[in-house]
């Protein structure tokens, strides 16, 4: 994923959808959605169309049906979004980051292996 591609949350909604499944009619996204949301078919096409013209999805035209596509996977958004947030709030400063979250949020002894084997990983690849 490009860094310059930006995906709003609204069309993050969109994106879920075709992660958990793919491909997906247009027909399919906004039944999904307007359960989850109060979002008209318009506005929903509105979010593909956006999508398309970032290149963060894709379709193929099926005869009378357009079934989407992504192109940006999950990892690639959540890497894009974890950066942006980084360097919002944090001034890309990864130890503060790490270490506000520590302080404030309550790790079960699983978590703490987990981050342990991580940080011993870090520090032997350097």
């Known amino acids: ?3 310059h591609i930006r995906i709003s949350e609204a069309e993050g909604a969109v994106m879920k959808l075709l992660w958990e499944k ?4 247009a027909g399919e996204i906004i039944e999904r959605l307007q359960h989850q949301t109060d979002w008209s078919d318009q506005t929903i096409k509105t ?27 999950r990892d ?3 890497k894009a979004e974890n950066r942006s947030f980084l360097n919002r709030v944090y001034d890309g400063a990864v130890g503060l980051m790490c270490a506000k979250f520590l302080e404030d949020e309550k790790l079960s002894e ?14 032997k690849d350097g």
Not at 110 to 123: A, M, P
């Open 1 to 3: 994923m490009s860094e």
């Open 110 to 123: 699983s978590d703490i292996e987990q981050l342990q084997q991580l940080l011993d990983k870090k520090r």
């Open 76 to 78: 690639q958004y959540m």
């Open 22 to 25: 793919e491909p997906l009619s």
């Open 47 to 73: 979010f593909l169309n956006r999508l398309l013209n970032k290149e963060a999805i894709r379709f193929e035209k099926t005869g009378r049906t357009y079934l989407y596509y992504p192109i940006v996977t």
